[in-house]
Nanobody, 120 residues
């Protein structure tokens, strides 16, 4: 089995910064793309950022220039540095990882979610 554990959410004022972390552990052979989604109650989950094992990143237009995704492959960890936060960034943030397990199966795993609240 594979587990993703997130940390770093919280309450911050508009214009502030937060850093989210997500560590994958378990029966991992390798991890392809890792990333972050977010969801506001009553709305669809939306992609925030992805980062490949080679470090190539992709961002939602709404966060470009403010958020930076990165990863440490040795630690199976993905990060999301969030700057210039806006109230509309308030959401539950979920990390995800495309994991090749020791059994050679490929599957996407999700973290439990961490709340980010930006006050105006």
């Amino acid at each position: 089995q594979v587990q993703l554990v997130e940390s770093g959410g919280g309450l911050v004022q508009a214009g502030g910064s937060l850093r989210l972390s997500c560590a994958a552990s378990g029966s991992i052979l390798s991890i392809n793309t890792m990333g972050w989604d977010r969801q506001v109650p009553g709305k669809q989950r939306e992609l925030v950022a992805t980062v490949t094992s080679g470090g190539k990143t992709n961002y939602a237009d709404s966060v470009k220039g403010r958020f930076t995704a990165s990863r440490d492959n040795a630690k199976n960890t993905v990060y999301l540095e969030m700057n210039s936060l806006k109230p509309e960034d308030t959401a539950v943030y979920y990390c995800n990882a495309d994991v090749v397990s020791i059994s050679r199966a490929l599957r996407t795993y999700w973290g439990q979610g961490t709340q980010v609240t930006v006050s105006s």
